[in-house]
T-cell receptor, first 113, second 114 residues
Framework: DTAVSQTPKYLVTQMGNDKSIKCEQNLGHDTMYWYKQDSKKFLKIMFSYNNKELIINETVPNRFSPKSPDKAHLNLHINSLELGDSAVYFC????????????FGSGTRLTVV | AQSVTQLGSHVSVSEGALVLLRCNYSSSVPPYLFWYVQYPNQGLQLLLKYTTGATLVKGINGFEAEFKKSETSFHLTKPSAHMSDAAEYFCAVSASGGYQKVTFGIGTKLQVIP
């Protein structure tokens, strides 16, 4: 049973489209995250939610909007996709205290053409 | 603010040789330190972590790391490399206390030569 699951695994779309990535965790964790990994493997945090409340919001374009309907789910919606949005997006979760470390999903590879 | 520097984006070792992946951190408060491993087309997996207490921490797959405050380092080692260790390794740091973000290094790709 996958602990942190993301869908879809691959997403190819045209510039200007709107797309969503879903994330679900069955670990009972309180905190969830979205990270972006670029082509050079650099990982950058985008958002973090704790019990459905936004606690970290990095400098990310307004086109990116996270939504957490409950503490087990964190979705990422992207409007007006651009070529530069092509990357691997990782969802992660933690019990709420970051000293435990994160559990990552397997990633969503987004390609904008 | 915290930051992490991983020395060497690529490291090659022979199978059976010592693995040493270097990580230096910067933090204005006591840090939490982590090493993650990423296999191709997979998410990151926690290898080990340092929060408080013993400075030598042991992780999965025979890896260990030592927190050296005086050197601001948290290098990852394994006595004998195995072919299955070939992967990307990420060092990460966060500040202790509160909801503070974890900052990752740029990663070190480990190649194991048979």
């Amino acid at each position: 049973d996958t602990a942190v699951s993301q869908t879809p695994k691959y997403l190819v779309t045209q510039m200007g489209n709107d797309k969503s990535i879903k994330c679900e965790q069955n670990l009972g964790h309180d905190t969830m995250y979205w990270y972006k990994q670029d082509s050079k493997k650099f990982l950058k945090i985008m958002f973090s939610y704790n019990n459905k409340e936004l606690i970290i919001n990095e400098t990310v374009p307004n086109r990116f909007s996270p939504k957490s309907p409950d503490k087990a789910h964190l979705n990422l919606h992207i409007n007006s996709l651009e070529l530069g949005d092509s990357a691997v997006y990782f969802c992660a979760s933690s019990p709420g205290q970051k000293s435990y470390g994160y559990t990552f999903g397997s990633g969503t590879r987004l390609t904008v053409v | 603010a915290q930051s992490v520097t991983q020395l060497g984006s690529h490291v090659s070792v022979s199978e059976g040789a010592l693995v040493l992946l270097r990580c230096n951190y910067s933090s204005s408060v006591p840090p939490y330190l982590f090493w993650y491993v990423q296999y191709p087309n997979q998410g990151l997996q926690l290898l080990l972590k340092y929060t408080t207490g013993a400075t030598l921490v042991k992780g999965i797959n025979g890896f260990e790391a030592e927190f050296k405050k005086s050197e601001t380092s948290f290098h990852l080692t394994k006595p004998s490399a195995h072919m299955s260790d070939a992967a990307e390794y990420f060092c990460a740091v966060s500040a202790s206390g509160g909801y503070q973000k974890v900052t990752f290094g740029i990663g070190t790709k480990l190649q194991v030569i048979p």
